[in-house]
Protein backbone atom coordinates (compact mmCIF):
# COMPACT_ATOMS: atom_id res chain seq x y z
CA UNK A 1 0.00 0.00 0.00
CA UNK A 2 0.88 3.71 -0.69
CA UNK A 3 2.19 5.84 2.08
CA UNK A 4 -0.31 8.34 1.18
CA UNK A 5 -3.28 7.74 -0.96
CA UNK A 6 -4.58 10.49 -3.86
CA UNK A 7 -7.54 11.62 -2.97
CA UNK A 8 -8.41 12.33 -6.78
CA UNK A 9 -12.24 12.67 -5.79
CA UNK A 10 -11.23 16.57 -4.95
CA UNK A 11 -10.22 17.34 -8.17
CA UNK A 12 -10.59 20.06 -10.08
CA UNK A 13 -10.81 22.78 -8.05
CA UNK A 14 -12.25 25.87 -9.71
CA UNK A 15 -10.72 29.23 -9.69
CA UNK A 16 -7.35 29.71 -8.05
CA UNK A 17 -4.53 27.14 -7.81
CA UNK A 18 -5.87 23.96 -7.52
CA UNK A 19 -4.97 21.74 -4.31
CA UNK A 20 -5.32 18.09 -3.98
CA UNK A 21 -5.76 16.83 -0.66
CA UNK A 22 -4.51 13.73 1.39
CA UNK A 23 -4.90 12.12 4.27
CA UNK A 24 -4.07 8.95 6.24
CA UNK A 25 -0.11 8.77 6.18
CA UNK A 26 0.04 6.97 9.10
CA UNK A 27 -2.01 3.63 7.68
CA UNK A 28 -3.30 1.40 10.19
CA UNK A 29 -3.29 3.20 13.39
CA UNK A 30 -7.12 3.68 13.61
CA UNK A 31 -6.62 5.59 16.84
CA UNK A 32 -10.46 6.48 17.02
CA UNK A 33 -12.00 3.63 14.92
CA UNK A 34 -15.16 4.40 15.26
CA UNK A 35 -15.03 7.77 13.13
CA UNK A 36 -15.67 7.38 9.48
CA UNK A 37 -14.51 9.77 7.16
CA UNK A 38 -16.87 12.09 4.85
CA UNK A 39 -16.94 13.74 2.14
CA UNK A 40 -19.30 16.38 1.03
CA UNK A 41 -18.87 18.56 -1.86
CA UNK A 42 -21.86 21.48 -3.20
CA UNK A 43 -21.07 24.76 -5.32
CA UNK A 44 -21.29 28.40 -3.39
CA UNK A 45 -19.68 31.42 -4.06
CA UNK A 46 -18.68 31.20 -7.53
CA UNK A 47 -16.66 28.21 -6.62
CA UNK A 48 -16.52 24.55 -5.47
CA UNK A 49 -17.04 24.11 -1.63
CA UNK A 50 -15.91 20.47 0.01
CA UNK A 51 -15.81 19.01 3.06
CA UNK A 52 -14.43 16.02 4.43
CA UNK A 53 -15.27 15.26 7.99
CA UNK A 54 -14.91 12.45 10.44
CA UNK A 55 -18.17 11.17 12.22
CA UNK A 56 -19.59 8.65 14.43
CA UNK A 57 -22.06 7.93 11.62
CA UNK A 58 -23.51 8.58 8.46
CA UNK A 59 -26.82 11.20 10.09
CA UNK A 60 -24.26 12.87 11.82
CA UNK A 61 -22.13 13.78 9.00
CA UNK A 62 -25.21 14.59 6.64
CA UNK A 63 -26.66 16.77 9.25
CA UNK A 64 -23.45 18.98 9.69
CA UNK A 65 -22.12 18.91 6.10
CA UNK A 66 -25.90 20.55 5.70
CA UNK A 67 -25.83 22.56 8.24
CA UNK A 68 -22.38 24.05 7.08
CA UNK A 69 -23.31 24.50 3.35
CA UNK A 70 -26.61 26.25 4.29
CA UNK A 71 -24.08 28.16 6.41
CA UNK A 72 -22.00 29.26 3.77
CA UNK A 73 -25.23 30.00 1.50
CA UNK A 74 -26.31 32.29 4.22
CA UNK A 75 -23.13 34.08 3.68
CA UNK A 76 -23.08 34.20 0.20
CA UNK A 77 -26.25 36.25 -0.19
CA UNK A 78 -24.83 38.48 2.04
CA UNK A 79 -21.91 38.88 0.35
CA UNK A 80 -22.10 38.09 -3.25
CA UNK A 81 -21.71 40.88 -5.72
CA UNK A 82 -23.12 39.08 -8.36
CA UNK A 83 -26.65 38.99 -6.76
CA UNK A 84 -28.45 42.66 -6.57
CA UNK A 85 -30.40 41.74 -3.83
CA UNK A 86 -27.58 40.79 -1.71
CA UNK A 87 -26.92 42.99 1.87
CA UNK A 88 -23.69 44.23 0.03
CA UNK A 89 -25.17 45.11 -2.76
CA UNK A 90 -28.09 46.62 -0.87
CA UNK A 91 -25.01 48.67 0.76
CA UNK A 92 -23.34 49.55 -2.05
CA UNK A 93 -26.66 51.39 -3.33
CA UNK A 94 -26.41 53.49 -0.39
CA UNK A 95 -22.84 54.83 -1.28
CA UNK A 96 -22.77 58.75 -0.68
CA UNK A 97 -25.27 58.75 1.64
CA UNK A 98 -26.07 58.02 5.73
CA UNK A 99 -24.39 55.37 7.45
CA UNK A 100 -26.21 51.87 7.15
CA UNK A 101 -26.48 49.66 10.15
CA UNK A 102 -25.36 45.73 8.71
CA UNK A 103 -26.03 42.21 9.78
CA UNK A 104 -23.04 40.98 11.92
CA UNK A 105 -20.97 38.72 9.30
CA UNK A 106 -21.27 41.70 7.24
CA UNK A 107 -19.71 44.19 9.84
CA UNK A 108 -17.28 41.29 10.79
CA UNK A 109 -15.86 40.20 7.60
CA UNK A 110 -15.48 44.59 7.13
CA UNK A 111 -13.77 44.46 10.24
CA UNK A 112 -11.57 42.25 9.03
CA UNK A 113 -10.47 43.75 5.74
CA UNK A 114 -10.24 46.96 7.44
CA UNK A 115 -7.64 45.78 9.76
CA UNK A 116 -5.97 43.77 6.72
CA UNK A 117 -6.53 46.87 4.48
CA UNK A 118 -3.88 48.60 7.77
CA UNK A 119 -1.68 45.82 8.07
CA UNK A 120 -0.97 45.69 4.43
CA UNK A 121 -0.55 49.32 3.91
CA UNK A 122 -3.52 49.29 1.75
CA UNK A 123 -2.29 46.30 -1.11
CA UNK A 124 -5.78 44.55 0.28
CA UNK A 125 -8.85 46.92 -0.24
CA UNK A 126 -12.20 46.09 -0.80
CA UNK A 127 -13.14 49.23 -2.01
CA UNK A 128 -11.44 47.90 -4.97
CA UNK A 129 -15.24 46.92 -6.46
CA UNK A 130 -15.35 49.48 -9.58
CA UNK A 131 -12.13 49.19 -10.45
CA UNK A 132 -12.33 45.13 -10.42
CA UNK A 133 -15.86 45.41 -12.62
CA UNK A 134 -13.47 47.39 -15.51
CA UNK A 135 -10.73 44.47 -15.28
CA UNK A 136 -13.67 42.02 -15.66
CA UNK A 137 -14.93 43.53 -18.72
CA UNK A 138 -11.44 43.46 -20.34
CA UNK A 139 -11.61 40.27 -19.70
CA UNK A 140 -14.88 39.76 -21.80
CA UNK A 141 -13.54 42.01 -24.05
CA UNK A 142 -9.62 41.42 -24.45
CA UNK A 143 -8.99 45.08 -24.35
CA UNK A 144 -7.21 47.23 -21.49
CA UNK A 145 -9.73 49.11 -19.65
CA UNK A 146 -9.77 52.45 -21.14
CA UNK A 147 -7.20 55.28 -19.05
CA UNK A 148 -10.13 57.80 -17.91
CA UNK A 149 -12.37 54.95 -17.34
CA UNK A 150 -9.60 53.26 -14.22
CA UNK A 151 -8.48 56.60 -13.35
CA UNK A 152 -12.46 57.61 -13.04
CA UNK A 153 -13.11 53.81 -10.91
CA UNK A 154 -9.45 54.97 -8.92
CA UNK A 155 -11.19 57.55 -7.34
CA UNK A 156 -14.18 55.61 -5.78
CA UNK A 157 -11.22 53.24 -3.89
CA UNK A 158 -9.73 53.63 -1.03
CA UNK A 159 -10.21 52.18 2.28
CA UNK A 160 -10.00 55.68 4.03
CA UNK A 161 -13.88 56.05 2.32
CA UNK A 162 -14.77 52.84 4.02
CA UNK A 163 -16.17 54.02 7.74
CA UNK A 164 -16.93 51.50 10.25
CA UNK A 165 -18.91 52.29 13.39
CA UNK A 166 -19.02 49.46 16.29
CA UNK A 167 -21.14 51.26 18.48
CA UNK A 168 -24.09 51.29 15.96
CA UNK A 169 -22.65 48.71 13.90
CA UNK A 170 -22.93 50.58 10.91
CA UNK A 171 -20.92 51.11 7.48
CA UNK A 172 -20.53 54.42 5.62
CA UNK A 173 -19.54 54.62 2.25
CA UNK A 174 -18.15 58.39 1.67
CA UNK A 175 -18.78 58.37 -2.09
CA UNK A 176 -21.34 57.80 -4.01
CA UNK A 177 -20.61 55.09 -6.95
CA UNK A 178 -18.46 53.44 -4.77
CA UNK A 179 -18.17 49.31 -4.80
CA UNK A 180 -17.22 46.66 -2.24
CA UNK A 181 -15.96 43.65 -3.33
CA UNK A 182 -15.23 40.60 -0.90
CA UNK A 183 -13.88 38.41 -3.64
CA UNK A 184 -10.09 38.30 -1.39
CA UNK A 185 -11.51 37.86 1.87
CA UNK A 186 -15.49 35.64 2.08
CA UNK A 187 -14.18 32.33 0.76
CA UNK A 188 -11.98 32.20 3.94
CA UNK A 189 -14.57 33.70 6.40
CA UNK A 190 -17.16 31.26 4.73
CA UNK A 191 -14.76 28.09 5.59
CA UNK A 192 -14.51 29.07 8.99
CA UNK A 193 -18.11 29.68 9.59
CA UNK A 194 -18.39 26.27 8.44
CA UNK A 195 -15.94 25.35 10.77
CA UNK A 196 -17.78 26.63 13.21
CA UNK A 197 -20.88 24.97 12.14
CA UNK A 198 -19.31 21.73 12.23
CA UNK A 199 -17.58 22.27 15.92
CA UNK A 200 -21.29 22.69 16.99
CA UNK A 201 -22.11 19.29 15.37
CA UNK A 202 -19.43 17.49 17.58
CA UNK A 203 -17.07 17.19 14.52
CA UNK A 204 -13.69 18.36 15.71
CA UNK A 205 -11.51 16.57 12.37
CA UNK A 206 -12.72 18.44 9.02
CA UNK A 207 -11.56 20.17 6.05
CA UNK A 208 -13.38 23.06 4.56
CA UNK A 209 -11.77 24.12 0.98
CA UNK A 210 -13.87 26.86 -0.53
CA UNK A 211 -11.28 26.52 -3.46
CA UNK A 212 -8.10 27.27 -2.91
CA UNK A 213 -9.30 28.66 0.84
CA UNK A 214 -9.02 25.80 3.09
CA UNK A 215 -9.66 25.45 6.98
CA UNK A 216 -8.69 22.39 9.06
CA UNK A 217 -9.71 21.53 12.55
CA UNK A 218 -8.27 18.50 14.14
CA UNK A 219 -6.25 15.55 12.09
CA UNK A 220 -7.44 12.71 10.73
CA UNK A 221 -7.81 9.82 13.02
CA UNK A 222 -4.79 7.56 10.92
CA UNK A 223 -2.85 11.14 10.09
CA UNK A 224 -2.01 12.62 13.79
CA UNK A 225 -0.11 15.22 12.03
CA UNK A 226 -2.56 16.73 10.58
CA UNK A 227 -3.85 17.06 6.55
CA UNK A 228 -1.53 17.13 3.98
CA UNK A 229 -2.50 19.46 1.42
CA UNK A 230 -0.93 19.51 -2.19
CA UNK A 231 -0.17 22.86 -3.60
CA UNK A 232 -0.52 22.47 -7.62
CA UNK A 233 1.91 24.18 -9.29
CA UNK A 234 1.31 27.43 -11.73
CA UNK A 235 -0.06 26.62 -15.02
CA UNK A 236 0.10 23.04 -14.28
CA UNK A 237 -2.31 20.77 -16.05
CA UNK A 238 -4.67 20.41 -12.59
CA UNK A 239 -4.43 16.35 -12.56
CA UNK A 240 -0.91 16.22 -12.51
CA UNK A 241 0.10 15.28 -8.89
CA UNK A 242 1.53 18.59 -6.90
CA UNK A 243 4.88 18.46 -5.60
CA UNK A 244 4.81 20.61 -2.79
CA UNK A 245 2.71 19.61 0.17
CA UNK A 246 2.13 20.87 3.68
CA UNK A 247 0.63 18.98 6.41
CA UNK A 248 -1.66 21.14 8.69
CA UNK A 249 -3.81 20.77 11.41
CA UNK A 250 -6.22 23.37 13.39
CA UNK A 251 -5.10 25.84 10.78
CA UNK A 252 -5.94 27.60 7.47
CA UNK A 253 -4.07 28.13 3.87
CA UNK A 254 -5.01 29.84 1.30
CA UNK A 255 -3.34 30.16 -2.49
CA UNK A 256 -3.88 33.15 -4.17
CA UNK A 257 -1.93 34.06 -7.88
CA UNK A 258 -3.35 34.31 -11.48
CA UNK A 259 -3.95 30.24 -12.12
CA UNK A 260 -7.24 30.69 -13.84
CA UNK A 261 -8.36 34.33 -13.51
CA UNK A 262 -6.44 36.65 -15.95
CA UNK A 263 -6.59 37.80 -19.14
CA UNK A 264 -4.06 38.33 -22.01
CA UNK A 265 -3.63 41.34 -23.68
CA UNK A 266 -1.30 42.14 -26.17
CA UNK A 267 0.87 39.15 -24.94
CA UNK A 268 0.78 40.59 -21.26
CA UNK A 269 -1.13 38.62 -18.60
CA UNK A 270 -3.06 40.59 -16.01
CA UNK A 271 -4.50 38.85 -12.99
CA UNK A 272 -8.00 39.20 -11.07
CA UNK A 273 -6.12 40.61 -8.76
CA UNK A 274 -5.33 44.69 -8.92
CA UNK A 275 -3.46 46.83 -6.94
CA UNK A 276 -5.10 49.06 -5.57
CA UNK A 277 -2.92 51.82 -5.99
CA UNK A 278 -2.43 51.84 -10.17
CA UNK A 279 -5.35 50.20 -10.58
CA UNK A 280 -3.66 47.67 -12.51
CA UNK A 281 -4.33 43.93 -12.84
CA UNK A 282 -0.38 42.12 -11.34
CA UNK A 283 1.16 41.53 -14.16
CA UNK A 284 3.51 38.03 -14.14
CA UNK A 285 2.78 34.47 -13.06
CA UNK A 286 2.76 34.55 -9.10
CA UNK A 287 1.23 32.32 -6.86
CA UNK A 288 1.10 33.19 -2.50
CA UNK A 289 0.33 30.57 -0.37
CA UNK A 290 -0.30 31.82 3.01
CA UNK A 291 -0.99 29.53 6.48
CA UNK A 292 -2.64 31.45 9.18
CA UNK A 293 -4.84 30.91 12.00
CA UNK A 294 -8.02 30.83 10.34
CA UNK A 295 -9.41 31.64 7.17
CA UNK A 296 -10.42 34.86 6.93
CA UNK A 297 -6.63 35.61 7.58
CA UNK A 298 -4.79 33.21 5.03
CA UNK A 299 -7.66 34.26 2.63
CA UNK A 300 -7.01 38.20 2.33
CA UNK A 301 -3.11 38.08 3.75
CA UNK A 302 -2.71 35.97 0.58
CA UNK A 303 -4.26 38.08 -2.05
CA UNK A 304 -2.11 41.29 -0.13
CA UNK A 305 1.00 39.23 -0.68
CA UNK A 306 -0.16 38.76 -4.42
CA UNK A 307 -0.15 42.58 -4.70
CA UNK A 308 2.91 43.35 -2.23
CA UNK A 309 4.89 40.95 -3.74
CA UNK A 310 7.52 39.03 -1.50
CA UNK A 311 9.75 42.12 -0.76
CA UNK A 312 7.15 44.08 1.20
CA UNK A 313 4.93 41.25 1.98
CA UNK A 314 7.22 38.74 3.57
CA UNK A 315 7.55 41.25 6.48
CA UNK A 316 3.79 41.57 6.72
CA UNK A 317 3.24 37.79 7.16
CA UNK A 318 6.02 37.56 9.33
CA UNK A 319 4.59 40.36 11.79
CA UNK A 320 1.09 38.66 11.50
CA UNK A 321 0.85 35.90 14.73
CA UNK A 322 1.11 32.49 13.62
CA UNK A 323 1.38 32.92 9.69
CA UNK A 324 3.55 32.02 7.50
CA UNK A 325 3.98 31.80 3.37
CA UNK A 326 5.71 30.64 0.05
CA UNK A 327 5.31 32.92 -2.90
CA UNK A 328 6.33 31.53 -6.28
CA UNK A 329 7.27 33.36 -9.26
CA UNK A 330 7.44 32.01 -12.74
CA UNK A 331 9.85 33.21 -14.42
CA UNK A 332 11.79 32.08 -18.11
CA UNK A 333 14.32 30.80 -15.83
CA UNK A 334 12.03 28.16 -14.40
CA UNK A 335 10.39 28.59 -10.83
CA UNK A 336 11.97 30.83 -8.08
CA UNK A 337 10.51 30.10 -4.18
CA UNK A 338 10.48 32.46 -1.38
CA UNK A 339 9.80 31.43 2.13
CA UNK A 340 8.17 33.40 5.11
CA UNK A 341 10.65 32.91 8.70
CA UNK A 342 7.65 31.07 10.06
CA UNK A 343 7.50 29.03 6.99
CA UNK A 344 10.80 26.50 7.86
CA UNK A 345 8.70 25.70 11.34
CA UNK A 346 5.86 24.04 8.92
CA UNK A 347 5.72 20.71 8.11
CA UNK A 348 6.40 20.69 4.34
CA UNK A 349 7.60 18.67 1.95
CA UNK A 350 8.94 19.09 -1.43
CA UNK A 351 9.21 16.12 -4.12
CA UNK A 352 11.80 16.11 -6.83
CA UNK A 353 9.98 16.34 -10.35
P1 LIG B 1 -9.58 33.85 -5.69
O1 LIG B 1 -10.84 34.63 -5.80
O2 LIG B 1 -9.08 33.38 -6.99
O3 LIG B 1 -9.63 32.82 -4.61
P2 LIG B 1 -8.26 35.87 -4.10
O4 LIG B 1 -8.63 35.38 -2.76
O5 LIG B 1 -6.87 36.39 -4.23
O6 LIG B 1 -8.41 34.82 -5.24
O7 LIG B 1 -9.27 37.03 -4.43
C1 LIG B 1 -9.25 37.70 -5.66
C2 LIG B 1 -10.48 38.56 -5.72
O8 LIG B 1 -10.38 39.60 -4.76
C3 LIG B 1 -10.69 39.25 -7.04
O9 LIG B 1 -11.45 38.45 -7.91
C4 LIG B 1 -11.42 40.50 -6.64
O10 LIG B 1 -12.79 40.20 -6.48
C5 LIG B 1 -10.83 40.82 -5.30
N1 LIG B 1 -9.65 41.68 -5.35
C6 LIG B 1 -8.85 41.98 -6.40
N2 LIG B 1 -7.84 42.78 -6.03
C7 LIG B 1 -8.00 43.02 -4.69
C8 LIG B 1 -7.28 43.79 -3.74
N3 LIG B 1 -6.19 44.48 -4.06
N4 LIG B 1 -7.74 43.79 -2.46
C9 LIG B 1 -8.84 43.10 -2.11
N5 LIG B 1 -9.56 42.36 -2.96
C10 LIG B 1 -9.14 42.31 -4.25
MG1 LIG C 1 -7.78 35.89 -1.02
Redesign the pocket.
Known sequence: MTAIPRDLGLLPLV??VAMHFLSGSAAGQAAEPALERHTFAEPHM??RFKIILYAPDQATAQQAARAAFARVAELDRIMS?YDAASELMQLCRKAGGPPVRVSEDLFRVLLR?QE??RRSDG????T??P??KLWRRSRKTLRLPEPTALRQALELVGHQRLRLDESTRSVQLLQPGMQL?????A??YAADAAQQVLRKHGIHRALVA????IVVSGPPPEAPRGWTIGITPLDDDPTTPPKRYLTLQNAAV????D???YVEIECRRYS?????RTGIG?VGRVS?TVVARDGTTA??L???L??LGPDKGMPVIDATEGAAALFIRKTEAGEEARMSQRFSQLAYREEAR
Open positions: GVGTDAMSAFDVIGVVDLGGIKGAGGDSTSGAEQHIVDPLADSATAVV
